[in-house]
């Protein structure tokens, strides 16, 4: 039944009826008078035109044409339509969450030939129920105990370091030990009864070696460890690859490659840990209450593997090739442009690409400004970045994410803007106004708080050198001095985790001994900073005698 048709109903009863009628009364007025997202749907209703930019534009957002591939950031895939329908349809209606999960895991099983199938709020929301599965074993007494593994028999989880990423986040946040293995000896003896799970990534070194899956599932199924493998941007196979290497269970990112609910993640696999997984997840209340998937994102997960399994992939497949090759003759007419169609046979952002290189000294722009210059204008269209031999700089085209008509826009803007004559730069930078060499006090005002780090720097001509001393971590320090301009970047690398920070900012004060500016945290957005060369004095000195043996007392 449609929404529209149950309002209509409504007028069935007394004062429903009147409720329906101010219900269209509103709706009317929504057509001709609001503003924002209601004006920009309630106009597209009245012309039939589309309101998906419309939308973001009413609160100043503008819509992006994506030719890199589904990055969650910039909102990983667009729904197939049948996607759409499910959602729209599972929200018309209410159901029993527990026996939503029982009808989904049955169904899924069939039709993937999995064991059982969950379906979790993303690929690393599933990977955070797994891991409290096999933490607790559906135990609810444990469950509500999280974080805390106090007094649990099984608290670690083993990962390779081939397989350690910012995503295993989600595993972290359960409490669990990380512990992390290098070597198959390793492996084998780290393996104890205190062993919850072994997590892996899929590709590379998981596919084969002495840490594949399959090497791992030999040595951990004799101690009945389970193994989670985490494929979050995999075409998804069935049967399924990795369930037949020996995983216990594999994780999918529902937003990408299967154009499903970005908010969504498919879990295949044992059923007794996808039921603890679900016993783990919202509406149920412990560590995973806040990692809530709604029926609409469900059954449009359930939908979108449905459609996965039915499509022609060879079809689509041409279907991107025939857009690339519309960009492809277009660009190829600008002289100097060199251009490159891959189809990769990878299963992890399986699409095939164009790689478009051109030697930056004859066009005078590189491929890094070309991205940034394409992503920044109108149409923005999100470009990745590519290299060549000998020097050759870039932009790269991923197709699998464009829509139809988007080939032609891309084509156009991309001619427009590499075939302007640009002049050449100058390679030698301007003196440094100032030495900067010693300690710099640095105050940081993060978005609700601020910090004071340390530079310890070392400047020859235009160029820095020195550490970067942080809250946790101290780290090397590179960049630039310009006139009164400085770009400096520091990083901080573990498993795990990857922290880059790149300050940009201006001189001022005496002899240079302040500077103002932005802090660029990547991923993390931005903050500003101020900070203040530290004048060592001489009040302090003092001669220092140096023992000539022990001491004679305490």
Same mark, same amino acid.
């Given at each position: 039944?449609?929404?529209?048709?149950?309002?209509k109903?409504?007028?069935?009863?007394?004062?429903a009826?009147?409720? *329906?009628?101010?219900?269209?009364?509103?709706a009317?007025?929504?057509?001709?008078?609001?503003?924002?997202?209601?004006?920009?749907l309630?106009s597209?209703?009245?012309?039939?035109?589309?309101?998906?930019?419309e939308?973001?534009?009413a609160?100043?957002?503008?819509?992006?044409?994506?030719?890199r591939?589904?990055?969650?950031?910039i909102?990983g895939?667009v729904?197939?339509?049948?996607?759409?329908?499910?959602?729209?349809?599972?929200? @018309?209606?209410?159901?029993?969450?527990?026996?939503?999960?029982a009808?989904?895991?049955q169904?899924?099983?069939?039709i993937t030939? !999995?064991e059982?199938? +969950?379906?979790s709020?993303?690929?690393? !929301?599933?990977m955070?129920?797994?891991?409290v599965?096999c933490?607790?074993g559906?135990?609810?007494e444990?469950?509500?105990?999280?974080?805390?593994?106090?007094?649990?028999e099984?608290?670690?989880?083993?990962?390779?370091?081939y397989?350690r990423?910012?995503?295993?986040?989600?595993?972290?946040?359960?409490?669990?030990t990380i512990?992390t293995?290098?070597?198959?000896?390793?492996?084998?003896?780290?393996?104890?009864?205190?062993?919850?799970?072994?997590?892996? +990534?899929?590709? *590379?070194?998981?596919?084969?070696?002495?840490?594949?899956?399959?090497?791992? $599932?030999?040595?951990?199924?004799?101690?009945?460890?389970?193994?989670?493998v985490?494929?979050? !941007?995999?075409?998804?196979?069935?049967?399924?690859?990795h369930?037949?290497?020996?995983?216990?269970?594999?994780?999918?990112?529902?937003?990408?490659? +299967?154009?499903?609910?970005?908010?969504a993640?498919?879990?295949?696999?044992?059923?007794?840990i996808l039921?603890?997984?679900? =016993?783990?997840? $919202?509406?149920?209340h412990?560590?995973?209450r806040?990692?809530?998937?709604g029926?609409?994102?469900?059954?449009?997960m359930?939908?979108?593997v449905e459609?996965?399994? %039915?499509?022609?992939?060879?079809?689509?497949w041409?279907?991107?090739l025939?857009?690339?090759?519309t960009i492809?003759?277009?660009?190829?007419?600008i002289?100097?442009?060199?251009?490159?169609?891959?189809?990769?046979?990878?299963?992890?952002?399986?699409?095939?690409?164009?790689?478009?290189?051109?030697?930056?000294?004859?066009?005078?722009?590189?491929?890094?400004?070309?991205v940034?210059?394409?992503?920044?204008?109108?149409p923005?269209?999100?470009?990745?970045?590519?290299?060549?031999?000998?020097?050759m700089?870039?932009?790269?085209i991923?197709?699998?994410q464009?829509?139809?008509?988007?080939?032609?826009?891309?084509?156009?803007?991309?001619? %427009?803007?590499l075939?302007?004559?640009?002049?050449?730069?100058?390679t030698?930078?301007?003196a440094?106004?100032?030495?900067i060499?010693?300690r710099?006090?640095?105050?940081?005002k993060?978005?609700?708080?601020e910090?004071?780090?340390?530079?310890?720097?070392?400047? =020859?001509?235009n160029?820095?050198?020195?550490?970067?001393?942080? @809250?946790?971590?101290?780290?090397? &320090?590179?960049?630039?001095?310009?006139g009164?301009?400085?770009?400096?970047?520091?990083?901080?690398?573990v498993?795990?985790d990857?922290?880059?920070?790149?300050?940009?900012?201006? &001189?001022?004060?005496?002899?240079?001994?302040? +500077?103002?500016?932005r802090l660029?945290?990547?991923?993390?957005l931005?903050?500003t900073?101020?900070?203040?060369k530290v004048?060592?004095?001489?009040?302090?000195r003092?001669?220092?005698?140096?023992?000539?043996?022990?001491p &004679? $007392?305490?």
């Amino acid at each position: 039944m449609k929404r529209r048709d149950v309002i209509k109903g409504l007028s069935l009863l007394p004062l429903a009826g009147v409720y *329906g009628s101010a219900l269209a009364q509103g709706a009317t007025t929504a057509s001709t008078s609001k503003t924002g997202v209601l004006g920009a749907l309630a106009s597209a209703n009245q012309t039939g035109a589309e309101a998906s930019a419309e939308v973001f534009r009413a609160i100043g957002v503008e819509p992006i044409i994506n030719c890199r591939g589904t990055f969650t950031i910039i909102g990983g895939s667009v729904e197939l339509p049948e996607v759409k329908a499910a959602v729209h349809a599972a929200a @018309d209606n209410f159901v029993q969450y527990d026996e939503l999960a029982a009808g989904v895991g049955q169904h899924l099983a069939k039709i993937t030939g !999995a064991e059982w199938g +969950m379906v979790s709020s993303g690929c690393a !929301a599933g990977m955070k129920h797994v891991t409290v599965a096999c933490l607790t074993g559906g135990n609810p007494e444990k469950l509500i105990r999280l974080p805390n593994v106090a007094g649990f028999e099984k608290t670690e989880v083993i990962i390779p370091r081939y397989a350690r990423n910012v995503y295993d986040h989600a595993i972290r946040n359960t409490g669990a030990t990380i512990i992390t293995v290098e070597t198959a000896e390793e492996l084998k003896n780290a393996i104890s009864n205190r062993t919850a799970m072994i997590y892996l +990534m899929s590709g *590379g070194q998981s596919e084969e070696g002495p840490l594949s899956t399959r090497a791992i $599932a030999a040595i951990a199924k004799p101690h009945n460890v389970p193994i989670l493998v985490d494929a979050a !941007a995999e075409d998804l196979t069935v049967p399924n690859v990795h369930l037949a290497d020996g995983a216990d269970v594999v994780a999918y990112s529902g937003g990408k490659v +299967m154009c499903g609910p970005q908010g969504a993640g498919l879990l295949l696999g044992k059923k007794s840990i996808l039921q603890a997984a679900w =016993q783990a997840s $919202a509406p149920h209340h412990g560590i995973g209450r806040n990692d809530k998937v709604g029926r609409e994102e469900t059954m449009g997960m359930v939908t979108a593997v449905e459609a996965w399994l %039915e499509r022609d992939h060879k079809a689509v497949w041409q279907k991107w090739l025939s857009w690339l090759d519309t960009i492809n003759k277009r660009i190829s007419t600008i002289p100097g442009i060199k251009t490159e169609v891959r189809e990769p046979n990878r299963l992890s952002n399986h699409s095939p690409s164009l790689s478009i290189t051109w030697d930056p000294n004859a066009l005078h722009v590189t491929g890094d400004e070309i991205v940034d210059e394409m992503v920044h204008a109108r149409p923005r269209i999100a470009l990745g970045g590519s290299r060549g031999e000998n020097g050759m700089t870039g932009v790269s085209i991923t197709a699998f994410q464009m829509q139809d008509g988007n080939d032609k826009i891309v084509a156009d803007r991309l001619y %427009e803007v590499l075939s302007q004559k640009r002049t050449p730069k100058s390679t030698t930078p301007v003196a440094a106004a100032h030495d900067i060499t010693g300690r710099w006090e640095v105050n940081i005002k993060f978005a609700n708080s601020e910090s004071v780090h340390n530079f310890y720097i070392e400047q =020859q001509d235009n160029w820095v050198t020195g550490v970067h001393q942080g @809250d946790f971590y101290t780290r090397d &320090l590179v960049g630039s001095v310009e006139g009164n301009e400085v770009k400096f970047q520091s990083a901080y690398r573990v498993p795990g985790d990857n922290l880059v920070f790149s300050f940009s900012g201006t &001189l001022s004060g005496n002899d240079g001994d302040q +500077m103002t500016g932005r802090l660029h945290m990547g991923e993390y957005l931005e903050c500003t900073f101020a900070a203040k060369k530290v004048e060592y004095t001489t009040e302090n000195r003092r001669s220092i005698k140096i023992p000539v043996g022990p001491p &004679l $007392a305490t």
